[in-house]
Structure formats: C-alpha cells, structure tokens
C-alpha cells in the first residue's frame, strides 16, 4: 500500500455511516432522478458500502432487481442487514472481475468509488463487459480538486499547517482527475459515448464544532485514519486549529459538492 492510500480504510460500515454515509445519502438521492434510468432495470452497483446508493436506487429507480457488491465484507454485511428488499443482493465482490455474465446488465452505476480503484481503464472496460447493448453506465465522485467536500477540505487545511508532509494525503492531491474535463477524459479514453457530466450539491451540517470533531476519530477514511495515527498532543493541535478556524461554539454548515457521470455503453 503506498503511503497516500495507507489511511483508506473503509472496512467499519458503522464508522463510515457517521463519518461519510449519512452525507452519501442526501447525493445518492439527487444523482438517481438525473440518471432517469429505465424502469424494471437489472442493475450491478460497484462498492455499495453502508447501502446508500443502493437505497437510493430501490426508491426511485423502480429495479427489477440490484446485485450490490463491495470488497469489504463489513460493508456487505451493514448494507444487508440494513435493506431488506427482495429484490437487493449483496455480494463481496472486485470490481476488476464483476460476477455478472457478459452483457446481462442494463444499469451499471458506482457511487463515490472510482477514484479509490487503482486500475481505472480495468474498473470501466468490466463496467462495459457486463453491460447490454443498450445499457447506461453511470457512477459520481466528489469534487476533490475542487474542495468539493467541505468538511474534509477544512480538516486537511488545518492538517498541513501543523504538518506539511499531510498535503500528500489529502483526496484533492491524490485525484486530480476528479473535475469534470478529468472526468471527461477518462470516459473518452474508456471509449464511453455520450457522455453527460453535472454536479450536484448538498449541504453538510453539525449541531456544533465537537459533531464535526467526532467523526474524524472513527478512523474510517483517509482524513480520520489519518487523524488516528497521530499522537495525542499532535491530534489535540490539529483539533485546536480546526475549532480556531470553524467556531467553538455553534452549529457548522459546510457545502460538499460532486460530479455526477452517465453515458451510453461503448458501440
């Protein structure tokens, strides 16, 4: 594991909730009415962590049915126990080796996934091995390079001024092809046609400073693992920073933005 990606754990389905999956949701629940997908749809989600996108999709998107996989088998396991519906699956599963036969799909989607794939080109070409003809490919990332999460894009500014080797680990450093020409780009490259981008905005909210604090030392995520492996007088300055910087006392309202992707399957 390289030393940018060494805080990436998302194996705690409770953690993320509190930390990212709460936030996922509100965005998940906007990206499904843009998506407009067909009816009675067989659907593949790549990475469904707590279940958020795949909550979204059962209702709105009327499926016929929606195989969820993830790599984390905790992951797996909050999203089954926290979705009943008969006609969800779950199944701890690569995205590089889809269990689907080819071209049984009609809605491939992902939601803030890609950019934690190392071999995207591999992650789009499965994506479209599996996909009908006819089929509509679809995922969203967050607007990294753009500070698109603000609550995040705050800890890390607060991070690199009590330590500077922090910028390295930061998301907007690490995938800078999170914009909408990078984004672009790579579903031209993949052959994608098509290709229709926009972004969506949410708003992140905590009743005050020690709400925002909290999630951070869950350790599920780049910035709280990071924050984890700190020693108690660094993680006490850096907590001291971001309560200079955000307010005591308070509620705390960030905006979080995120790129949403769909295009038609290769010809």
């Known amino acids: 594991m390289s030393g940018s990606a060494a805080f990436d754990a998302w194996s705690a389905g409770k953690s ?10 509100l ?19 790549i990475g469904c962590g707590t279940g958020a996108s795949t909550a979204a999709i059962l209702a709105g998107a009327a499926p016929r049915s929606i195989l969820s996989i993830d790599p984390s088998a905790d992951f797996v396991a909050h999203a089954r ?32 996934v890609l950019n934690f ?33 603000g609550f995040i894009h705050a800890f890390w500014k607060a991070a690199v001024e009590i330590d500077p080797d922090a910028a390295k680990l930061g998301e907007g450093a690490r995938f ?8 672009l780009a790579l579903c031209r490259e993949a ?20 709400a925002f604090w909290q999630p951070f030392t869950l350790g599920a995520g780049p910035a709280p693992g990071y924050c984890m492996s700190l020693t108690e007088d660094h993680r006490a300055r850096l907590k001291a920073r971001l ?8 509620p705390i309202s960030l905006a979080a933005r995120a790129w949403m992707v769909k295009a038609s399957r290769r010809g």
């Open 16 to 25: 993320y909730e509190h930390y990212m999956g709460r936030w996922s949701r």
């Open 27 to 45: 965005v998940a629940e906007k990206f499904v009415p843009w998506l407009s997908p067909p009816e009675q749809a067989a659907w593949l989600e």
């Open 81 to 112: 126990a926290a979705i009943g519906d008969g006609r969800a699956s779950f199944q701890v599963a690569d995205a590089l080796k889809l269990p689907a036969q080819p071209a049984s799909i009609d809605v491939v989607t992902s939601g803030l």
């Open 117 to 149: 794939i190392p071999d995207r080109p591999a992650a789009l070409a499965e994506m479209q091995r599996v996909l009908k003809p006819d089929g509509l490919l679809s995922f969203y990332v967050w607007d990294y390079p753009g500070g698109g999460i």
């Open 176 to 183: 800078p092809f999170c914009t909408r020409e990078g984004l």
């Open 191 to 210: 052959g994608w046609r098509e290709v229709a981008i926009a972004p969506v905005e949410i708003e992140t909210r905590f009743e005050d400073f020690e």
């Open 243 to 250: 309560a200079e910087r955000l307010g005591a006392t308070g």
